[in-house]
């Protein structure tokens, strides 16, 4: 018998969670005012609303913790980032940060002015909100296919090189200060992007003589889908990939929340010496001293750690196998979700999920509500309510999709806990005929809403 597949690793800690009854979670979520993000922690049974500083660290990054070196300048810590940062990213220069966007907050200072264009592939939120924070633009050149939730494709977060290159013709050079290329896709499900895709975009980037940027929170998980669904790719090592990625990058800005597997930090790296004394004044403005940014000497040796192990096959393997168990199990059971599953996360396709709840009472936030009540699991909602109002006519936006993005922490839950999301997502599923209604807000802050937003349920 060909022996069944378990994870390179074995557990040293637990953490209890605390179990709830179906009671409890009603009157939890009333008093939370039906908003998710309201929610207590040990509310909470099994957390997805985000893989972004929640996942397990490594035993080995503890140690290093005790080891940090938390000197104001020329800590050790410093050093061993960056000397991994070299190995991987071949960048000879880096600023540590607190996290993804500082890291873009001090990258950007230095490279944009007013009425500047930087295109992308669906440019994070934060990453769009600083270029558009600084009156610049920032057309989207994601390819078509991305869109299209039921279409499977080996690499659906892909740069459209036709749309770039529209943008880099239309607008004179020095108007486009660099190009970012999101890997893996967030915001288009957390698709990866093929290596021949990376280097398409470097070479025209290249001969336009615009930097390229890659945005790199996922990077070891895009590096994973390369070698086990590119050609030429199979048997090169994750860290060989990664090097070639960024072979064709001239800054890279990174969250080290995800890939990095330490619960806060970032940083931002880049080759060019003048871009990078120009961005140190700013890091020094808003971060701290050039050694050390916005992390702790501790913080900075978990990082290094979690760079080099989270590069290695065997863990980005688990990972990966943990989120397409999930994908597995909802197509057992026919629940419909955004395909192929991505790096990071499962999203659900609410309007199917829901039928007959009418979209003017938020399909995939009452979805997200009834997975709680359900189960106690908490997802997040990408739908009307996070599209907010039209600026102008105040009206609520209705985009074509209502999702509720389940997130899974790395390292943190086992394939139980997936198995329970998969058969409570399958229960509302077989009872969907009878949620009819949904919900309507009671209060809501003029930006950003979804964070404070307060609900009451729809009485008919
Ligand atoms: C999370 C993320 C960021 C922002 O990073 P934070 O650490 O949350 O500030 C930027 N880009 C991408 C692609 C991300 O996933």
Redesign the pocket.
């Known amino acids: 018998m060909e022996l069944p597949y378990s994870e390179p690793y074995r557990i040293k800690a637990t953490e209890a969670i605390r179990t709830s009854t179906r009671q409890e979670r009603e009157e939890w979520i009333r008093q939370a005012r039906y908003n998710l993000f309201k929610l207590d922690s040990d509310k909470v049974f099994i957390d997805l609303l985000t893989d972004?500083g929640t996942g397990s660290m490594s035993d080995n990054q503890w140690a290093a913790i005790m080891t940090g070196d938390e000197s104001y300048a020329g800590a050790s810590s410093y050093r061993k980032l960056e000397t991994i940062i070299r190995s991987l990213f071949g960048m000879p220069y880096f600023l540590p940060t607190h996290?993804?966007?500082a890291a873009e907050n001090v990258i950007f200072s230095a490279l944009l002015k007013e009425g500047d264009i930087v295109p992308g592939n669906s440019h994070?939120d934060?990453?769009k909100g600083h270029i558009e924070f600084r009156r610049c633009s920032a057309p989207d050149c994601t390819i078509d296919e991305a869109a299209d939730t039921q279409k499977e494709l080996p690499f659906k977060g892909e740069m459209d090189l036709e749309k770039l290159e529209q943008v880099f013709k239309s607008h004179p050079r020095e108007k486009i200060p660099c190009t970012v290329l999101?890997i893996t896709n967030?915001t288009a499900g957390g698709q990866p992007v093929s290596m021949r895709n990376i280097r398409q975009t470097a070479e025209l980037c290249r001969r336009y003589n615009i930097p390229l940027l890659i945005?790199s929170?996922r990077f070891a998980e895009n590096a994973y889908f390369i070698k086990t669904r590119e050609q030429g790719y199979a048997d090169k090592s994750i860290k060989e990939i990664v090097r070639e990625i960024y072979s064709y990058a001239d800054i890279m800005t990174i969250?080290a929340?995800?890939d990095g597997v330490v619960n806060m930090g970032?940083f931002t790296a880049m080759r060019d010496k003048e871009l990078f004394t120009k961005a140190m004044s700013y890091a020094i403005m808003f971060e701290g001293y050039i050694t050390y940014g916005g992390m702790s000497g501790r913080d900075m040796n978990a990082l290094a750690v979690g760079l080099d192990e989270n590069t290695e096959f065997e863990q980005l393997d688990a990972r990966i196998r943990q989120v397409k168990l999930l994908a597995d199990l909802l197509d057992e059971y026919g629940v419909p979700y955004q395909r192929p599953a991505g790096g990071h996360a499962i999203f659900l396709d609410a309007k199917k999920i829901l039928p007959a709840v009418p979209r003017e009472e938020f399909i995939a936030q009452t979805l997200g509500i009834e997975l709680y009540i359900e189960a106690g699991i908490r997802g997040v909602e990408i739908g009307s309510i996070l599209a907010d109002r039209d600026p102008v006519t105040r009206e609520n936006r209705y985009p074509a999709l209502e999702l509720l993005r389940l997130a899974i922490p790395r390292r943190l839950y086992t394939d139980n806990h997936i198995r329970v999301v998969a058969a409570a997502v399958r229960n509302i599923y077989e009872r969907r005929d009878s949620i009819t209604s949904g919900y309507e807000i009671e209060f809501e802050a003029p930006i950003l809403r979804h964070f404070t937003v307060e609900l009451k349920k729809v009485q008919r």
Do not use: E, L, P, Y
Request: hydrophobic share 15%; proline share 0%; charged share 25%.
């Open positions: 972004s996290q993804g966007r994070f934060t990453t999101t967030n945005d929170a969250s929340k995800k970032g």
